[in-house]
């Protein structure tokens, strides 16, 4: 599906719930309490109940209507040339900013093949932790100032059924929702952030190569302050072509969430693999970014 150019490792992350002990760094437990977990999951098992999810099928729609609402100002975005697709997209902050957006997607359609896959982690866990991200937010008194958050949820990332799973050129035969998005608003856009394999047991999340640095340097901050920082290490993984892509080649700083350690491409990509401890870190470090953010 994507470009693969470095082969990564993979070590474990042992936590609970929002306590995060993160005894593999040597790091004191530090309690971040703004992410619900526990609702990320059962947005992910929500998802997966819907069985496989290609884009464009009967199954993706009907999911697509349950997650909507489930933004803030969430609505259905249309994708050029593609009249079966639509991305949801939801918004946080002034009706008319004064600055570029920054934007935090993920993907919520399924391969189309193997038959049967359900993307627990390709896809689901990407999503819920989108959502959730957007619900702490909503709760949130943000200060003057602060950029808004535009949340999109890509439709399109997998090739169109029918073709195979190997593309010789995965950015035109994938990534429709993203370029779609990256192609009307990578100009009002300051920076984006892309979760796609980020809810796995063992997950570390070393800067995928293409990701931007300095966006990167500000994630693993925000990652230390709580107390997630042994998920981030400090190493370079693999260069990915993936939904952050086209904001990259728009000139947007993006940056790729992903554990490409993770067999996201079989059919073991099931709930089993997934640890709530996972989520949390990565929820609560974005929300940590986004809050902090000025």
């Known amino acids: 599906m994507r470009r693969l150019l470095v082969v990564l490792g993979v070590a474990a992350v042992a936590a609970g719930g929002v306590l995060l002990a993160l005894a593999s760094s040597g790091a004191a437990p530090v309690r971040a309490n703004r992410f619900d977990a526990p609702a990320a999951m059962k947005l992910i098992r929500l998802q997966v109940s819907f069985g496989q999810r290609p884009a ?119 990534l429709r929702g993203s370029r779609a998005d990256a192609a009307a608003h990578a100009a009002a856009t300051r920076a984006m952030l892309l979760l796609d394999y980020v809810a796995n047991k063992g997950l570390r999340l070393p800067r995928e190569a293409s990701s931007n640095t300095a966006l990167w340097a500000k994630v693993r901050a925000a990652a230390r302050r709580v107390g997630a920082g042994a998920v981030f290490p400090d190493r370079v993984g693999p260069d990915i072509i993936d939904d952050h892509t086209p904001f990259e080649r728009a000139g947007v700083p993006a940056v790729d969430f992903i554990d490409w350690s993770y067999d996201g491409h079989s059919l073991s990509d099931g709930l089993d693999r997934l640890s709530p401890a996972a989520a949390d870190a990565v929820g609560e470090t974005v929300v940590e970014l986004l809050r902090t953010w000025r």
Do not use: C, W
Request: proline share 12%; aromatic share 6%.
């Open 56 to 174: 464009g099928s009967p199954q993706l729609r009907a999911l697509a209507v349950r997650l909507r609402p489930l933004l803030p100002h969430g609505r259905f975005a249309a994708i050029p040339g593609e009249p079966d697709l639509r991305n949801i997209v939801g918004y946080i902050g002034p009706a008319h900013p004064r600055s570029p957006a920054i934007v935090l997607g993920a993907h919520y359609d399924t391969l189309a093949s193997p038959k049967g896959f359900v993307g627990a982690n390709n896809g689901a866990a990407g999503t819920a932790i989108v959502i959730e991200v957007a619900r702490a937010l909503a709760r949130m008194h943000r200060p003057p100032g602060a950029p808004a958050v535009r949340f999109v949820l890509f439709d399109g990332e997998e090739p169109a059924q029918g073709l195979p799973e190997q593309q010789t050129d995965f950015y035109d035969a994938g």
